[in-house]
C-alpha cells in the first residue's frame, strides 16, 4: 500500500512538470489556434537560462526561478512578433510549419552556443528524502508538485479574477468580437506567449533539476509528452491542460511500476489515440468547435 | 547544409596538413637520429566531432609512448613514428583511414580502431592482409574472432560484467541485486546480462528492468526496486545517465551500493557527490600506487596538461605492446610480428598482459570505489 502511494507521488510529481508545460501549448492553441512546437524548446532555454544564472550569480533557487522565468517570457514574446505575428492572416499551415522551423532553431541555437554534451545542474535544492508519514518523499519531487500546483491556482486566478485575464478568455472566444469591445488583441498575445513561455521555464527549471541535466534537445520528449497532454485534455482549454498533465504522468509512473519501462511509451500514446477516438475534442473538450 | 560541408573539409585539410607536416618533422629528426630507419605505427580514432575525446585519448597515450620508446633508444635503434587519422566514429571513415595507413604510410602495425564498430569493420580487411592489430578499446567480443592477427588491450564485455558480479557476491557479500540497464545499447546489454549470469549462481536477482535513452524519470522503477531492498544495483551505462539515475537514488534515500562498468570513468568530474562510496570496474586505477602507473601519469600529465583516463592508458599500453612484439620479432614483417604478440608477456598501466589463443588478454580488472571524488582501489581481481 504504501509502495503504491509512493508511485502515486511519483506519478503527480512527473505530471506536474507536464501540466506546466502543456498550458503553454493550451493558451498558445486557445488565443491564436497555433501548435506552438517551439514551447519544449523554449522550456529548453528556460533551462539554460536557470544554469546561467546559477553560474554566474550563486543565486538562491527562487531568484534563479524567477529570473529564468522573465527571461523566458522576455523570448517568448520576441518569438511571436518576430515569427508568428507577421503570419497572422496567413493560412494556418504556414504558421505550424514556422513553429516547427522556430523548434529547431532554438535547438540548434543551443547547440552552437552550449554544444551538445550535457551541462550538470548544480543541485540548487538540497536533495534528501523527507519522511510524511510512512512514506519516504525526495525534496525535489516536493518542491515540484507544490511549485506547479502553486502556479496552477496563481493562472486560475489570473485568467478568472483579472482584466487582462478576461480579455485573454474574451480574445480566445472571437478575435474579431474582443476588437469591437475595445480589446487590444496584440497586446492580449503576448501577455498570453509570455505567461505560456514563463510557465514553460518553470517545467525546464523543475525537470532540470529532478534530473541534473541540462542539453539542447532536452525539451522534445517533455515537449511531446506535454503537447499529448493538452490534446488529451482538451486543447485550448486550461484546466484540460491540467488534468490531462496529471493523467498523463500518472499513466507513466504506474505503468513504469507494475508492467514495465519498455512500454510506458507506447501505452500513454495508445491511451491518447482511445481517448480521441472515443472523444476527439480531449476528455474536457466541448462538441462545438473553436469555444473554450 | 552546404556551409557545413565546406566547415567540415577546411577543418579536415586543416588536421590533414598539421599531420602531414608532423609526419615531416618526425621523418626529419628520425633520419638524423638513425638513418633510414622510421617504424611507423598506425593510430585510427575519432578525432573529431561527438567521440573525439576517446580517439584523442589514444592518439595522446600512443604518442607519449612512441616518444619514451625513442628517448630509450627506439626499437632495435629504429624510432617509432605514430601516425594517426581520424575515423569520426564511422565505419567507412575507419576502413578509408586503414587503407591509406597500409598503402601510402605503409605502416607495420595498426594499434586501433578505437570503437568495436570501427574495428569490426577494419577486422575483415585486415585479416586479409595479415596485418598486426591491436585495438586499444574495442570491447566488443566479436573482435578477436576467428582473426589469429588482431588482438586487443582490454577485457570484453562479459569479463568486466561477471568480474563484478564475483566482487559483488565474494567482496560486498552481497545476496540480492537488481540490474538496471539501457535496453538501446548493446553495450548496456551485454554487461547486464553478463552481470545476472554469473550473479544468479550465487544469489538472487530481484529486478531485471530495462530502460530507453529519452529516459530520465527513474523514481517509479527506483521505488519498485526499494521494495525488494537489493544489496546491490548494477547500472551498466555511460556517465551522463548513470549520473541521473544515482542522482534520484540519493534524493529518494534508497540504502544499496551501485556498481558499474568502465562507462562510468571520469564520473567524478560530474557526479563525484552522488557517485561516493559506490564501486565501478574500470581498467586502471590512476590512485594505484604501482610504480609503472604514477610514472605514467606524470609523464601524461607533463606532455598533455591534462589527467589520462582510461582510454590513455589503453592506448599507451597497446603502443608498448606492439613495439615490444616489433623488437622481439626482429623485423617487420607482418607473420613475424603477429608471432611475437601472441607470445606477449609483459607490465603495462592497465595491468600484466598475456594474450589467449583468441588474442583476448588474460588480464587483471581493477575495482575501483569513489573516495571524496578520489579512485580508490577496491580489488584487483586476476585474469579470468
Known sequence: M?????????????????????????????????????????????AYFAFITVFATGMPFYMVLIVSMVLAAVLGVTIESLAYKPLRKAPRISALITAIGMSLFLQNLALVIFRADPKIMPAIIPKRPIMIGPIQIGTVTIT???????????????????????????????????????????????????????????????????????FPTMGVMPGLKAFVAAVFGGIGLIPGAMLGGFVIGMIETITKAYISSQWSDAIVFGILIIVLLIKPTGILGKNEREKV | MKKRITVLMIITILVLSTVLAGCNAGGTTATTAAPAAVIKIGVIGPLTGDYSQYGVA???????????????????????????????????????????????????????GTFSGVTLAIKEIAVEDGMPVLTPTATNLEVTLNAPNVFRACYTDPQQGSTAAIFAAEELGAKKAAVLYNIEDPYSEGLAVAFRDQFATTGTITNYEGYTKNDADFKSVLTKIQALDPDVIWLPDYIAKVGVILAQIQEMGIEVIAMGGDGWDGIEYDYADVAEGHYFVNHYAKTDPAEIVQDFIVAYEAKWSKSPNALAALGYDSTKIMADAIRRAGTTESAAVVTALAATDMDGVAGHVTFDENGDPNKSITIIQVINGEHVVAGKVGGN
Not at chain 2, 594517426?84 to 595498426?110: C, F, H, M, P
Request: charged letters at 15%.
Open chain 2, 58 to 112: 589514444v592518439e595522446e597515450g600512443a604518442k607519449l609512448a612512441a616518444e619514451e620508446i625513442n628517448a630509450a633508444g627506439g626499437i632495435n635503434g629504429a624510432m617509432v613514428e605514430i601516425i594517426a587519422y581520424d575515423s569520426k566514429g564511422d565505419k567507412t571513415e575507419g576502413v578509408n583511414a586503414y587503407n591509406r595507413l597500409r598503402d601510402q604510410d605503409k605502416i607495420v602495425g595498426l594499434v586501433g
Open chain 1, 144 to 214: 515540484t508538485i507544490a511549485l506547479s500546483i502553486f502556479f496552477m491556482v496563481l493562472l486560475d486566478f489570473f485568467v478568472k479574477k483579472t482584466k487582462p485575464g478576461k480579455s485573454m478568455r474574451a480574445v480566445s472566444e472571437d478575435k474579431e468580437a474582443s476588437i469591437l469591445m475595445g480589446i487590444n488583441v496584440n497586446k492580449t498575445i503576448s501577455i498570453t506567449f509570455a505567461i505560456g513561455s514563463a510557465l514553460g521555464a518553470l517545467g525546464g527549471v523543475l525537470y532540470s533539476v529532478a534530473y541534473t541535466q541540462v
Open chain 1, 2 to 46: 504504501n509502495i503504491f502511494l509512493q508511485q502515486l507521488i511519483n506519478g503527480l510529481s512527473v505530471g506536474s512538470i507536464y501540466a506546466v508545460i502543456a498550458l503553454g501549448y493550451t493558451m498558445v492553441y486557445g488565443i491564436i489556434r497555433l501548435i506552438n512546437f517551439a514551447h519544449g524548446d523554449i522550456m529548453m532555454m528556460g
